[in-house]
């Protein structure tokens, strides 16, 4: 499986960006895919998934209410809507597939994950 992300960029705060992640080779039906995040200095860290089976979503505490993730199946692809955007937010996204946790998104984390895409920057300016 491949991933291709796009759609980061320079956004003032309270701006929106779109982040698009294209899923090619095997993608299976019973997968997770997401968006991670990762800041300079600091760790990879969860922000969204959506498993492509089921009706469900998960965030992190920090997006829930700006970030709206969803999906395209015919299209192999997912969304990372963010609105009200925070300086807090400038990371590099990386978009993730994870076959084991389709059913209990609780359980994708940073070492469940299978494939990841190449990571696209998201700079917030304040």
């Known amino acids: 499986v491949q991933l291709q992300a796009s759609g980061g960029g320079l956004v003032q705060a309270g701006g929106s960006l779109r982040l698009s992640c294209a899923a090619s080779g095997r993608v299976l039906s019973r997968t997770a895919m997401g968006w991670f995040r990762q800041a300079p200095g600091k760790e990879r860290v969860f922000v969204a998934a959506i498993s492509l089976s089921l009706e469900s979503t998960r965030y992190a505490d920090s997006v829930k209410g700006r970030f709206t993730i969803s999906r395209d199946n015919d299209k192999n692809t997912i969304y990372l809507e963010m609105n009200n955007l925070k300086p807090e937010d400038t990371a590099v996204y990386y978009c993730?597939?994870?076959?084991?946790?389709?059913?209990?998104?609780?359980?994708?984390?940073?070492?469940?994950?299978?494939?990841w895409g190449q990571g696209t920057q998201v700079t917030v300016s304040s």
């Open positions: 993730a597939a994870d076959s084991a946790s389709w059913f209990r998104l609780a359980a994708m984390s940073r070492t469940t994950v299978d494939h």
